[in-house]
């Protein structure tokens, strides 16, 4: 009895009659036979393949996984980054406060100048434009004569002892982690007389934060050899120039009864070297010439400046490498300003010298004209 080979499209088995066991697919079966219904009704379909094997199957199971993968990752992140950099937010930090993730314990030495009233603006300005006061101006900074507003060397040891913070801080000042120590001690602690904006950064699992901050005059600081505010005592955390923002101003944090955000101004690098700063001091009622980089140690009484209190313009913050190399106040600012408080020493009668300052000390402009000036640090 001859057999016909089977055809291409039948599978193999017995040419005629019921099927009397499980069929073979062509391609081969899988390792084990399926439980159950392997064999097939006679004229029925083909075997059944395992459920895993079906691409309708897998590509449904891919998308709900990866949906699910969306919406935990979304979750997880929530709507906010808890006030550190957020579009629009801007925090205010009172004077005596160390405000959030600071980097060190306090250093600072006194929190209590009294702040100056910069002149009114000239027409009208946005919740985001801030004015620009120039780093040398006369006045722009308090203190007490010989008495360091900030404790430089606690900071230097606080920052050594916490080898990860250092390394933060630095990569914020941009200098090596071994120079921060002398970074430090060449930068010179005074106190604000304006509500000042800066960008503020702290220190969170092993790194550096940043955000947008406005610091209360009488906030003690240190600040660089143009003038620039550095570093904020109460908390160690170091400062840049700040970054616009878009759209309407949030602003979170402290507050204090003074605070009027048309009073805020943003320092601008002076274009020369200070050598020597011309602070007011308060608890004295007299003005005083503190040398760069010196705790006080120096201090030395000095005639009251021509312009005591510093003018202002406008200015939008744009990015730090921007602001930094934005030029002081133009002849365009505002050429009258206010007093400072009513305990600074009054306007001396031009008919008559004024007394010799204090050890034959000379009254020095801020900036130091005969110094070629060196590019400021970008911080």
């Known amino acids: 009895m001859s057999v016909e080979p089977p055809s291409s499209d039948r599978p193999t088995g017995p ?4 099927l009397s066991g499980p069929s073979q697919p062509p391609s ?16 029925g379909p083909g075997p059944r393949h395992p459920w895993w094997r079906s691409a309708p199957r897998i590509a449904a199971i891919t998308a709900v996984v990866v949906a699910a993968v969306i919406v935990a990752v979304a979750l997880s992140r929530g709507d906010g980054d808890g006030g550190t950099g957020q579009s629009g937010e801007v925090f205010l930090q009172a004077a005596d406060k160390p405000g959030p993730d600071p980097f060190t314990d306090s250093t600072a030495n006194d929190s209590s100048a009294p702040p100056a009233t910069p002149s009114p603006p000239t027409g009208s300005t946005s919740s985001n434009e801030l004015r620009g006061v120039d780093g040398g101006a006369p006045g722009l ?3 007490t004569r010989n008495t360091s507003a900030c404790d430089v060397e606690k900071q230097v040891d606080y920052l050594r002892s916490a080898p990860d913070k250092n390394k933060a801080f630095a990569s914020v000042a941009r200098v090596d982690a071994a120079d921060v120590p002398a970074y430090l001690r060449s930068l010179t602690p005074v106190q604000l007389r304006l509500d000042t904006r800066v960008t503020n950064h702290g220190y969170v699992d092993g790194a550096a934060t940043s955000y947008q901050a406005v610091l209360q005059a009488g906030t003690a600081v240190l600040v660089d050899d143009r003038g620039e505010p550095r570093v904020r005592c109460a908390c160690g955390n170091p400062l840049t120039q700040p970054v616009a923002q878009q759209g309407t101003l949030k602003r979170t944090g402290d507050s204090w009864p ?10 601008t690098p002076s ?13 004295g009622d007299e003005w005083v010439a503190r040398h760069r980089g010196d705790d006080g140690d120096k201090d030395r009484k000095t005639h009251r400046p021509a312009k005591p209190t510093p003018s202002v313009s406008a200015s939008t913050p744009t990015t730090p490498t921007t ?3 934005s030029t002081p106040e133009t002849a365009t600012s505002e050429p009258t300003t206010s007093e ?10 031009t008919s008559t010298p004024p007394p010799p300052p204090e050890e034959d000390t000379t009254t020095t402009s801020q900036s130091a004209p005969t110094e070629t000036a060196p590019p400021s640090p970008e911080l």
């Not at 081969?28 to 004229?43: A, H, K, R, V």
């Not at 400072?340 to 009668?349: A, G, H, N, R």
């Open 141 to 143: 900074y308090g203190g």
């Open 258 to 267: 003074s605070y009027r955000s048309s009073d805020v101004v943003v320092v």
């Open 15 to 18: 040419p005629s009659g019921p």
């Open 323 to 325: 602001a930094e190399t």
């Open 340 to 349: 400072p408080p009513t305990t600074e020493p009054e306007t001396p009668d």
């Open 28 to 43: 081969g079966p899988p390792s084990q036979p399926p439980s159950g219904g392997g064999t097939p009704e006679p004229g």
């Open 271 to 283: 274009q020369t070297i200070i050598n020597v700063f011309v602070i007011y001091d308060a608890a």
